[in-house]
Nanobody, 126 residues
């Protein structure tokens, strides 16, 4: 059974930092690219950041570029999103997603991911 379990969300103030983590089980983690998406009530899920299966390439949305950092630890089956200089507009539920490497990868397309976590909430107060 495949599971992606996020943790580390919480309530912080503007300018603070927060780290959210996702631990995977039931998959060959080193063969999966990983990503973070976020969603607020009534809106579509939004791409945040992604990392190649081997950790050698990262991708970010314009809204988080320079503030967020994604990393992948294949030994621990973990992907981490370090979020710095948080803004109220970063408030959302953050989801971890896994994409099986099979050639083509639409990095920012949520439909191209095979597995999803249950989400962790991040709230940034002004």
């Amino acid at each position: 059974q495949v599971q992606l379990v996020e943790s580390g969300g919480g309530l912080v103030q503007t300018g603070d930092s927060l780290r959210v983590s996702c631990v995977a089980s039931g998959i060959s983690f080193s063969r999966y690219a990983m990503a973070w998406f976020r969603q607020t009530s009534g809106k579509e899920r939004q791409f945040v950041a992604a990392i190649r299966w081997d950790g050698r390439g990262t991708y970010y949305s314009d809204s988080v570029e320079g503030r967020f950092t994604i990393s992948k630890n294949n030994a621990d089956n973990m992907v981490i999103l370090q979020m710095d200089a948080l803004q109220p507009t970063d408030t959302a539920t953050y989801y971890c997603a896994a994409h099986r490497e099979k050639g083509n990868w639409n990095v920012e397309a949520d439909w191209d991911y095979d597995y999803w976590g249950q989400g962790t909430q991040v709230a940034v107060s002004s």
